[in-house]
């Protein structure tokens, strides 16, 4: 089964799910204090990398169209997306304390939540028909896979 989404869809997409792994990063290294405060500020970091990479991928794909794509920035819409990847990712049902009670437990989390991003996007990857989508998408998931290799080297 395919489906419709463009490349800036799901660049917009990407940008979002690494803003919502920024923010529960963040608020987890409210629970936490010394090495893994520390880690969890850089994990964080790491977020905010991938969505200024998958930023500057969006502007220079949308530079190159020459089709209206302001509708992505549309609240509705930018909350469409939000529910599409709500709790696939980060479980925000877990209590934030639980998953990072300790240095260990945070990154083996933080490695099944970057598992988890990188299986949304092989889903997605295999539902696309278009050759210039599949490319920013393989992009993605190249870039979210190193990030899984950063934190088993932490282990």
Not at 55 to 84: C, G, M, Q, W
Not at 96 to 107: C, P, T, Y
């Amino acid at each position: 089964m395919s489906n419709t989404f463009n490349e800036l869809e799901i660049l917009k997409v990407a940008m979002l799910m690494e803003e919502e792994g920024r923010a529960f990063y963040t608020n987890g290294a409210k629970y936490a204090d010394g090495r893994l405060k520390d880690f969890l500020i850089a994990a964080a970091g790491q977020e905010i990398l991938h969505k200024e990479l998958f930023s500057k991928l969006y502007d220079e794909l949308s530079s190159k169209i020459n089709e209206d794509y302001d509708y992505l920035f549309d609240p509705e819409v930018t909350s469409y997306f939000k529910d599409l990847i709500e709790n696939k990712v980060f479980d925000k049902k877990t209590p934030q304390e639980d998953a990072f009670k300790d240095l260990k437990s945070a990154i083996e989390y933080s490695i099944k939540s970057e598992e988890l991003t990188v299986e949304v996007y092989t889903k997605m990857y295999e539902g696309i028909e278009r050759k210039d989508v599949k490319d920013v998408l393989a992009k993605i998931i190249e870039e979210e896979k190193t990030h899984i290799e950063e934190f088993k080297k932490l282990l």
